[in-house]
């Protein structure tokens, strides 16, 4: 099953914490790997706060950011995913840019794999309970 990964699993590919572990089952898994291409900025924004304030070097940060593109199979424009986006964002009152990776979810009939405690919280007992997995 095509699983929608978001920044907040995809950092922990590359980042050391308690969520690496399950976060490299996933990205072994076989399965094919997609997000909206703002995980792209989200996990560029990762890096370079963890090359600003956790001593990670500058070159691993820039090619945390090249590694990480090569490890989805698929990153849908946001063009395309922005009127579910701002719907779910507004029915869930929740930030837009989680609400990308639920609109991708949705129209391909799969979930979200997320580290984020806010956004499960905020699926929980909604018709979007069903689309997010966490990590």
């Known amino acids: 099953m ?3 990964v978001d920044a907040s699993v995809a950092f922990h590919w590359f980042f050391e914490s308690d969520k690496s572990a399950p976060a490299q089952t996933i990205l072994s898994s076989g ?6 291409d703002l995980v792209m900025a989200e996990i560029a924004s990762a890096a370079w706060k963890a090359s600003m304030f ?3 070097p500058p ?3 820039q090619t945390i950011v ?6 989805f199979d698929e990153l849908v424009p946001c063009l395309t995913l922005k009127d579910g986006a701002i719907a ?3 029915e869930l ?3 837009v840019y989680d609400c990308f990776y639920l609109a991708l979810a949705e129209r391909r009939q799969t979930h979200v794999v997320t580290a984020d405690q806010r956004l499960i919280r905020r699926c929980a007992g909604t018709r979007f309970s069903n689309l997010v997995r966490p990590l």
């Open 2 to 4: 095509t699983l929608v």
């Open 31 to 36: 399965e094919p790997l997609i997000a909206p």
């Open 54 to 56: 956790s001593n990670v």
């Open 59 to 61: 070159s691993a940060a």
């Open 66 to 71: 090249l590694e990480a593109q090569r490890e």
């Open 88 to 90: 779910l964002a507004l």
């Open 93 to 95: 009152r929740h930030s």
